[in-house]
């Protein structure tokens, strides 16, 4: 689960992790106050930040032809003018798509000045099962770029689960930012601060970029999380209320959204092959061989291993609420989950919908030759295969004749 930046700074100021002061406003009034209010407290300038799940709102454009998803402001009423023409707008960046997001807050906090900049990331090494801290001295880049063109600015520490991140793991890390003076033992607490907000809160990753050197009112230098990316694990979120509730549903896909109110794992893709299957590798094994033939998965669509009837008819829903899909490939291996049982809830979904589209369905496993005599002696247009190859071969093919 992804939240705002704003919401990821809230989370990790509760962690002793220094972040810029400001807070999130959905209107202007809310702005000039907030504004108003910082500038009162001696914050020269202030930035204005678009809040939605995508990364590149600087450089974005809003759909009216407004430039900048991220603006620095002079003064109070600056800084309400630009609020006022983000709001309600809608944002278009490199990760949006053209469709955009449409901005229904913005974060204003103060824009310190910036000395320098660093990037970190504490997420979980899986190729080794441990938790793993990156940080580097090209902050404000894309970690993908500088992996791909000076990978040896980027380095990286390891950290013993049973031990936590330790006092001389956090130097290490400080000296290979070339800090030095006070500006060490800030940054040994902002790592382990960053670090218990990872372990503690089950999340997926935690991203400051840029971590900052900042001068602050005082004129003295301190280290602060300019901005912040908190993602966590949806497995997890059963043990935190607190964060579940900072979901925003209006920032992901509806589709998406729909399919969990039937515990269906559903992400939408770009092709016309959609596919409903029972396992995430089998999913995955699916989506490959359908590409292998010819095709494009429309989606990736896991029901589980024991899905209802009423499952499947809502899968079926879910897929040809799809203007892109031009035919749907049924893959299901029948271990918990009995071929009758799913041929039944295809047939009552097909019915149920009235499907018109190419349907290919492949069975596999306990009941199979049940659940294959039950679709055979149906009246309803369903093609059945053999294998997974043969299945992808024929929904390639269909999609492409009806087309």
Excluded at 151 to 165: A, N, Q, R, S, Y
Excluded at 284 to 293: E, G, K, L, P, V
Aim: with cysteine.
């Amino acid at each position: 689960m992804n939240i705002h930046e704003y919401q990821a700074k809230e989370v990790l100021a509760k962690f002793g992790v220094a972040v810029p002061p400001g807070k999130a406003v959905s209107t202007v009034d809310e702005a000039r106050s907030v504004a108003t209010d910082l500038a009162n407290q001696g914050h020269s300038k202030l930035v204005i930040k678009s809040q939605i799940h995508a990364g590149g709102r600087g450089k974005g454009v809003f759909t009216d032809g407004f430039k900048g998803g991220v603006k620095l402001c002079a003064n109070a009423d600056e800084a309400t003018e630009i609020a006022g023409k983000m709001l309600g707008n809608t944002l278009v960046t490199k990760q949006t798509g053209p469709e955009g997001k449409q901005v229904n807050k913005v974060l204003i906090a103060a824009a310190e000045e910036i000395l320098n900049e660093f990037y970190l990331a504490v997420l979980l090494d899986r190729s080794c099962s441990r938790p793993l801290i990156m940080v580097s001295t090209e902050g404000g880049m894309d970690i993908e770029e500088v992996a791909e063109k000076t990978p040896e600015k980027i380095v990286k520490e390891w950290v013993d689960p049973g031990l936590g991140l330790m006092p001389y793991q956090g130097r290490k890390l400080a000296k290979a930012l070339g800090l030095s003076g006070g500006l060490v033992n800030q940054a040994v607490k902002m790592f382990t601060n960053l670090y218990n907000t990872w372990w503690q809160c089950d999340c997926a990753m935690v991203e400051v970029n840029p971590l900052c050197i900042v001068r602050k009112p005082d004129g003295s230098e301190a280290l602060a999380a300019v901005d912040a990316k908190v993602s966590f694990d949806d497995n997890a979120l059963y043990r935190h209320k607190d964060l579940a509730d900072l979901r925003d549903i209006t920032e992901e896909s509806p589709l998406e959204v729909e399919a969990g109110k039937f515990n269906l794992n559903y992400i939408k893709l770009d092709g016309n092959i959609a596919c409903l299957v029972n396992g995430a590798g089998l999913a995955m094994a699916t989506m490959d061989i359908i590409q292998y033939y010819g095709g494009s998965p429309a989606n990736f669509l896991d029901v589980g291993g024991g899905a209802s009837k009423e499952q499947v008819t809502a899968a079926f829903k879910i897929i040809l609420s799809d203007p892109n899909v031009k035919g749907i490939l049924v893959n299901i291996f029948g271990g918990i989950m009995q071929c009758d049982i799913i041929a039944n809830g295809i047939l009552a979904a097909v019915e149920e919908t009235g499907l018109s589209l190419p349907l290919v369905v492949r069975l596999e496993g306990t009941n199979v030759a049940l659940g294959k005599k039950i679709i055979a002696e149906s009246s309803l247009d369903v093609i059945s295969a053999d294998s997974l190859a043969d299945a992808a071969q024929k929904i390639a093919q269909a999609v492409k004749q009806s087309s």
